[in-house]
Every structure is written in C-alpha cells, then in structure tokens.
C-alpha cells in the first residue's frame, strides 16, 4: 500500500490547530531573529523585544518586511542565529547580480527541510522502489541537495546526475531506468528535442513523473512536457532564502502548489501599497520560514506573483494552495507604455502545436521606440522551405499575440536546435533597452 500522506496528523490538521502550530513556531523564529543584530534592531523598533510580544498571528503584521538587499547587507554572518559550530551547511545565492544572500543550517534544520522534501515527493505519489534521477545543479544550488536527502529518506534510488552532460542523463535514464526526474522545464524539452539525435525513442524509458521547477513556466508548457515525454509533470516552487525547493508543490491532483503551511507562514501583499490581499487576488508572495534556527528570515518579499487558490484541495491536504508563479515584480516589461509579462507570451506560442519546444523575447530600443521581437523554435516536422507557409505561421503567432498583449510583436521563426539553451535555469528575456525601460 503506497501513503497517501507522508504525516497525516499534520497534513491534515484542522486550520485551527494549524494555526496554533503557527503561532508557536512563529515565537520560536522570532525568539531567534533577536539574536542576531539585524532583526534585534527591527523587531525593537516595532515593540517587539521578546517572543512573548507577538500574541496572536495578526501582530505579525507589525513586523517590517525583509528585503532582498537586507539579506545582502547582512553578508556573510550577519543573519546567523546559531552559534557557528552548530551551524553544519550553508547555501548561497549565485550573486550574479550583486553580493549573494547566505543561509545557514543546524542539521535540525536539514532535517525539517528533508521532512517537507519527503512529503513533496509523496505528494506526487513518488514511493521506495521509484528510481530518481536528480537532474538539478548540485552545490551552493538548492535544487540538487534539497531534493536530494529528501528522496533517500523516502527510499527512492538516487541517481544524482546533477544538470548538463545531456548525451550521458540520456544513457543513465535508459540504463537505470529511471522513473521520475527533477529538471527545469526548459532543460525537459531541451533533453527531448535532443533523444533522437543520441539515438534514443520514448520506449528506450521508464519514465513515469517529472518534477519540474526553479523558473517560471505556463500550464501549456507542462503539457507539452507531459505529452511529449508521455508521464505526468508536477510543479515545485522554492527559493534559496526558504531553503530551495519544496517551499510549495503540487499533488497528485495537479491544481495549484500547497505551500506547506506548517512551515512556511504566507501572506499576498499589493506590491505598490503593501496591503494584503484577499485569497484569489494575484500579489507578491512574502513568507516567513517557521522551520530554521540558524536563519529565520521574517515576512520575506519575494517579488514572486501569485494568488491563494479558494478552498481546500480535494487531497484532503490542508495547507493552501498558490497558482503557478506568473512572473516576478522586477520581470514585467513596459513595451511602449504597456506591461507586459513574459508569461503572457509563454502561455499564447506554447499553445500553439506548430511551435517547437524553445523561445527567446528580445527587447529593443529604435529610435524612441521599443520593439519587440518574439523568436521560436518550429517543430521539426513544421519547418519548411516555402516561404508561404512560414509567413501564414508567423501571422498567426503575431494575431495570437496581439489577441493577448495588445502589441503586436516581430516575430522570428527558427529550425529546431538554433537557439541558446542554458543548463540551469533558462533565460527567456533579452532586454537591450539598458536603463530605458
Ligand atoms: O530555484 C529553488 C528551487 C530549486 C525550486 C528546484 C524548485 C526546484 P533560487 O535559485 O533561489 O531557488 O530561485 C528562486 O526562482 O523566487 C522564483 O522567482 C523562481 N522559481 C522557483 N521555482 C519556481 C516555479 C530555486 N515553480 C526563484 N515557478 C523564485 C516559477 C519559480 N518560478
């Protein structure tokens, strides 16, 4: 018999007993920020000077929010709550952008953090015997380790592939007959656009699941992987200041990701005023992590936009489910005066069947004009030679678009194979405007 929780009592939970567990584990993260000089200072400036100030769950909306340039200020210790010998791992943001955000963990804290990976993967109906081929960066990445330890405890094989080498993920696959892979969505399509040349058909696999996250991606994309691989495909939010993956994820049921709410206290704010805002409205998701001593990081903004789906979950789960990621506050692009999301192209050409399994948007300044330029990839058996056929597609894509965007966009046909493909997370948007946005 394969469970169908991995803890019943605390998956489903009344929200009543949910929300004391909250409340409890909240003091103790507060307790914890005080000890280090940042939260001591934030926390006092708003009355809190002991756990006990905080007595019901809405006196948490007293607490300022922590920023991604908090987190950086605080490099390299200035967030750690634990003494430095109890502190057994540490994991890092990749800083391309700036000075990278730390986080540290007691092996308490790893084991909390394997616990929710665990329940993830039962979520999905992952089980002992299911052969997991990790195809996620391993190192100063959460998405490799993280699901890593969470996937042994529940006595899966463990291949940890890590991402890349995409001729040798082809071979463990087949000869260790991998039943479930956790890859970026866009690497899933990059490996099936690339089993013919390596010799390899569908049958060659026993692939059954494919947990896909780390980087936006529209229903339609999770449709294509499901149909093009034949197996399910299941969605997994996280991020590094929350540890990484399993912040949120999807059942079996495949209706939003339950942020595990035990762990994880959520709120959906107006990005512009702050103010909450009510389950159904999409918003920034800011969180608070319940479940680590050596970094507790309070009313996190994350700049991810979602909504809280209404009611419960027929899984019988209690924790609340949040839609798929629809972009990031800092994505959205201003093309001429109107804003538009990358998703929103994503969710229009991948519904398209002609197009392949890549995209890229580009964005350009001519003259005092922006311009945008959609180019994708054609399915194999699409691509012609007769330019007729090609122009009917393009003007399809660009009604289609124009349908959704309101602009209508260059578009660029390409052959399978000719765009950029990256190993970790894709990069979608080329953005050549400088600071003019
Ligand atoms: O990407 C953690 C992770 C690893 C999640 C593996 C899932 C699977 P970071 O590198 O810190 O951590 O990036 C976090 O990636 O704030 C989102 O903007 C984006 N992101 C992560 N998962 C999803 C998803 C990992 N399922 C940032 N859908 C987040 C959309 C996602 N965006």
Not at 189 to 202: A, N, P
Not at 402 to 421: C, F, K, N
Request: hydrophobic residues 35%; charged residues 25%.
């Amino acid at each position: 018999m394969i469970d169908l929780y991995q803890d019943t009592e605390i998956e489903t939970m009344d929200r009543e007993a949910l929300e004391a567990l909250q409340l409890l584990r909240y003091k103790r993260t507060v307790a914890n920020a005080l000890k280090t000089p940042f939260y001591k200072k934030r926390l006092n400036s708003v009355g809190i000077k002991s756990a006990k100030d905080l007595k019901s769950l809405p006196d948490i909306k007293k607490i300022p929010f922590t920023t991604k340039e908090d987190l950086r200020e605080a490099y390299p210790f200035g967030l750690m709550a634990s003494k430095k010998e109890d502190v057994v791992r540490m994991h890092a943001s990749s800083g391309t952008t700036g000075t990278p955000t730390v986080i540290y963990q007691t092996q308490e804290d790893l084991d909390n953090w394997t616990n929710l990976t665990t329940r993830s993967l039962v979520s999905v109906g992952c089980h002992k015997g299911d052969i997991f081929q990790n195809m996620m960066t391993y190192g100063l990445f959460t998405g490799g380790i993280g699901l890593h330890y969470g996937a042994e405890k529940l006595g899966m094989l463990v291949i940890p592939a890590s991402s890349g080498n995409t001729k040798r993920q082809l071979q463990l696959m087949k000869d260790f007959e991998s039943t479930v892979v956790h890859a970026t969505p866009s690497y899933m399509l990059y490996l099936y656009s690339k089993l013919e040349e390596y010799g390899y058909t569908l049958s060659d696999f026993k692939l059954k699941k494919a947990l896909v996250g780390a980087e936006p991606h529209s229903e339609e994309i999770r449709q294509k992987i499901e149909k093009l691989f034949g197996i399910d495909a299941y969605n997994s939010y996280g991020l590094s200041e929350m540890n990484g993956p399993s912040v949120a994820f999807e059942c079996e049921k495949k209706a939003g990701m339950h942020l595990w709410e035990d762990s994880y206290y959520m709120e959906i704010v107006d990005e512009d005023t702050l103010k909450e805002l009510p389950d159904g409205k999409t918003g920034e998701l800011v969180l608070s992590i319940l479940i680590r001593n050596a970094t507790p990081i309070l009313r996190y903004r994350t700049r991810d936009l979602t909504s809280i789906i209404p009611g419960q979950c027929s899984c019988g789960r209690i924790s609340r489910r949040i839609s798929r990621i629809k972009g990031r506050t800092d994505d959205m692009l201003i093309i001429n005066g109107v804003n538009v999301f990358p998703s929103q192209i994503e969710e229009v050409i991948m519904k398209m069947p002609e197009v392949g399994t890549n995209y890229r948007i580009l964005v350009k300044k001519e003259g005092l004009l922006d311009r945008l330029i959609v180019q994708t990839e054609v399915g194999p058996s699409i691509f012609s030679d007769d330019a007729r056929d090609m122009n009917a597609l393009k003007k399809r894509i660009i009604d289609n678009l124009r349908a959704s965007i309101t602009i209508s966009p260059t578009v660029e046909l390409h052959e399978p194979g000719v765009l950029p493909v990256q190993e970790g997370k894709a990069i979608r948007v080329v953005d050549e405007r400088g600071g003019s946005k």
